[in-house]
């Protein structure tokens, strides 16, 4: 099971003790769920000193439920959120209910709400087909034997011009501008669910771009079924290495200092 507390990479985070979620019934109301985190985000929102509309933190709830209560979704419901979540600190917990919003080969694609709000970042495609990723469907398959797919369907990322918080998480993904995937391919969900986490997100008042990069980080932190690149490094320390260059690009003005990005 994931978890953001094992994080290596803690960044611009503040610690606060969190009690365990207290309700277990998958069976719980509609209503229940989005108070429930609409609640809970309030709380984050108030340990870290932000506040937003109440409009826009209902909104964000609606989301998270809508996109993980769909008759697919028997593993990655609206209460794994809230399992994931359990010990986090509040930044961590913003991040674990938007990490598993997207879940595109399961849900048979992007919802009419999801896909309005990415369809500036990515495109898709029936026809297309990429041979660089045959690795990753193969393996996914093999992790995934018993789940249902969307065939023959690929996603490409914009080369377009795209606001500087999503350019912010494609650098910590590691994505580039063209980018094409397969719908099975690994990383995809973790990244539009990110995206659609900082746009949410960018909406609260003054708040510091640490705050959404550390958000966007925590769910890159969740893609499963990954091995050692290319340089022989763990997914952990190629995420730590992104945020660094991050870091020294000026046009994002994070100002991380070492303690910073070294923190666990």
């Known amino acids: 099971p994931t978890s953001f507390k094992c994080s290596t990479t803690t960044i611009a985070s503040v610690s606060v003790s969190v009690s365990p979620p207290k309700f277990t019934s998958p069976l719980a109301s509609k209503e229940y769920y989005i108070e429930k985190i609409v609640t809970e985000i309030d709380q984050c929102l108030t340990e870290l000193k932000y506040t937003a509309t109440l409009h826009d933190v209902q909104s964000w709830a609606d989301i998270v439920y809508e996109s993980m209560s769909g008759p697919s979704r028997t593993f990655h419901g609206v209460q794994h959120v809230f399992d994931v979540a359990e010990g986090a600190d509040s930044v961590q917990k913003l991040a674990a209910f938007f990490h598993d919003v997207v879940y595109y080969s399961i849900d048979g694609g992007l919802s009419e709400f999801q896909y309005e709000m990415l369809k500036d970042i990515i495109s898709e495609n029936s026809e297309e087909t990429v041979a660089d990723d045959h690795d990753s469907e193969r393996e996914y398959h093999e992790c995934h034997a018993n789940t249902t797919t969307v065939g023959d ?25 063209g980018q094409k995937w397969v719908t099975v391919s690994n990383g995809l969900n973790e990244f539009l669910s990110a995206c659609m986490a900082v746009r949410c997100y960018e909406k609260i008042g003054n708040v510091d771009k640490k705050i959404l990069a550390s958000i966007a980080a925590y769910i890159e932190l969740t893609i499963p079924f990954r091995k050692l690149d290319e340089h022989g490094r763990s997914p952990t320390e190629a995420l730590f290495d992104r945020l660094v260059e991050i870091n020294e690009n000026t046009a994002y003005n994070l100002n991380l200092t070492k303690e910073e990005l070294e923190k666990k």
């Open 153 to 177: 369907i690929f996603v490409t990322i914009t080369n377009g011009t795209i606001d500087e918080n999503i350019c912010m998480t494609m650098d910590i993904f590691g994505v580039q501008p």
